[in-house]
């Protein structure tokens, strides 16, 4: 059964190469759901032979966590990979009715993507991390400049432009890991970190905290993110938005917790520093998106401030608040997701002046997008309300009383914004012919509409979920106890 887990890292590589032969062609998008189908197949196959608590660890090749790289699979990772999985999924079932050029190279570059952020919640050695960090980055500047238009090209270039700076962090900050304690592993390194001196502990945790937020988008290193977002065609900037800045966060907060513990980050007052960056991303994200002509963009600078809950959750150590972000982080890939797709089918060259009247035209599209901006605004009864304050008494448990009223107050700045759209939509226009959507894609929306609701009405239940799952994270001891025993 641990094969599984090589086989969800090695599948998408599998299909994407399948594409690229001539039944692949005719068949791009039946290929590509396929393939990620049979991947979330695995993911529940794994999740069924976990137990509370348990972790697998698959040592490649059979070397020890010493010598070799090991694949180290728990709660954690499958809550992250399965976001990943469902995103890459409907993102390909919209894309299947888009007008989009060579698509068996579209899907392929897709299940790449999706390859380079299961290696990323899946691998326990740093420099792996960073190889499969790169593979996605590189991906994703192919996707965002896919249509080989002006804005898509310069978009992709501001991307690399910035991600590169984020990635040398990530791989000097591993290089100096290695120096001090002669592992590439996680936890076979965790013990010499512990030991060094604290001006190397600070580096290394300044440039990891540096790396992964330009990845994710954190402030201060969210300028490229805008740009790349808005040019990248619809479908991709709804997985990027809704998975891969969420792997970003979860990379940055695995390694940390591994090699520091939570206990001596509290030391350091790290929780301090990153909820301050939160708050930067909160202001900064929810300020920029008013008075936005174009939607997308408007899309992106919420999904920074998002990024600022995410992080604020996480950083006051406590249940309550990594409860609240990982909810949060399957909320908002969810919901930012639908709105993207929103974006791609309602909009005229994604401009917001063109949704006057399209109550009139495609009431069902009109009342999903109301439901999907209430839920990012963190309206009841929609998922984001939960998550959300879930943070916020997270927050005020650990102290931080501003934070908590900040995401308070954030939520009605976002209202202000999502309002005139509503405003706009449902405003009578002379434009009468009905806009008629491929029925695969109105579906996808009302799908994510539907599970947004849903997940809050069941939300007693999903409360301890969630919590067995942010104990992974918390108590990362289960983690590294199965990868020490395998040597």
């Known amino acids: 059964m641990n094969e599984l887990v090589v086989f969800v890292l090695i599948y998408p590589l599998l299909f994407a190469v399948a594409l690229q032969n001539r039944v692949g062609k005719e068949n791009p998008y039946k290929v590509g759901i396929t393939g990620i189908i049979m991947g979330i197949l695995a993911l529940v ?52 009715k888009q007008f989009i050029l060579k698509p068996h190279i579209f899907v392929s570059l897709v299940l790449l993507c999706i390859m380079g952020l299961n290696g990323m919640v899946l691998t326990a050695d740093l420099f792996n991390l960073f190889v499969f960090l790169e593979l996605a980055s590189l991906v994703s500047y192919a996707l965002v400049g896919y249509n080989k238009e002006a804005e898509g090209l310069e978009g992709a270039f501001k991307y690399v432009l910035m991600s590169f700076g984020g990635s040398m962090l990530v791989l000097w900050a591993t290089a100096l890991v290695y120096g001090i304690s002669g592992s590439l592993n996680i936890v076979g390194a965790a013990e010499a970190v512990r030991q060094a001196p604290h001006f190397l502990q600070i580096t290394i945790i300044v440039m990891y905290v540096s790396g992964f937020s330009v990845k994710a988008g954190l402030f201060p290193a969210h300028a490229w993110k805008a740009d790349a977002y808005t040019a990248a065609p619809a479908p991709v900037g709804a997985l990027l938005s809704g998975a891969s800045s969420k792997v970003a966060i979860y990379a940055l907060f695995r390694v940390l917790s591994v090699l520091f513990g939570w206990s001596m980050l509290s030391d350091m007052n790290l929780g301090v520093i990153l909820a ?108 984001g309300f939960l998550s959300k304050w879930l943070i916020v008494m997270g927050a005020m448990e650990a102290g931080f009383y501003i934070h908590a009223a900040v995401i308070v107050i954030a939520g009605l700045m976002a209202l202000f914004y999502y309002v005139p759209l509503v405003q706009i939509i449902f405003t009578p226009s002379d434009e009468k012919q009905v806009l008629v959507l491929e029925r695969s894609q109105m579906c996808v929306i009302k799908t994510v509409v539907a599970i947004s609701v849903v997940l809050f009405f069941i939300g007693n239940w999903v409360y301890p979920v969630f919590q067995e799952v942010a104990s992974n994270l918390i108590y990362p001891d289960g983690y590294i106890d199965a990868i020490l025993n395998l040597n």
């Open 276 to 383: 301050t960056l939160g708050l930067g991303s909160i202001f900064i994200g929810h300020m920029l998106a008013f008075g936005q002509s174009r939607l997308k963009r408007l899309l992106t600078y919420s999904s920074i401030a998002h990024i600022g809950y995410i992080i604020i959750g996480l950083s006051v150590f406590n249940m309550l608040g990594t409860v609240g972000a990982l909810f949060h982080m399957v909320n908002h890939g969810l919901l930012k997701a639908g709105l993207f797709y929103f974006a791609a089918v309602a909009t005229e060259n994604d401009e917001i002046g063109s949704l006057k009247g399209l109550f009139r035209r495609s009431p069902g599209l009109a009342i999903s997008f109301v439901a999907m901006a209430l839920g990012m605004a963190g309206v009841p009864p929609l998922n």
């Open 45 to 96: 196959l794994l999740n069924n032979t976990l137990g509370k608590g348990e972790v697998i660890a698959y040592p490649v090749g059979g070397w020890g966590y010493l010598k070799g790289i090991v694949i180290a699979v728990d709660q954690l990772s499958l809550l992250l990979g399965g976001l990943i999985h469902f995103i890459g999924l409907i993102t390909l079932l919209f894309s299947s």
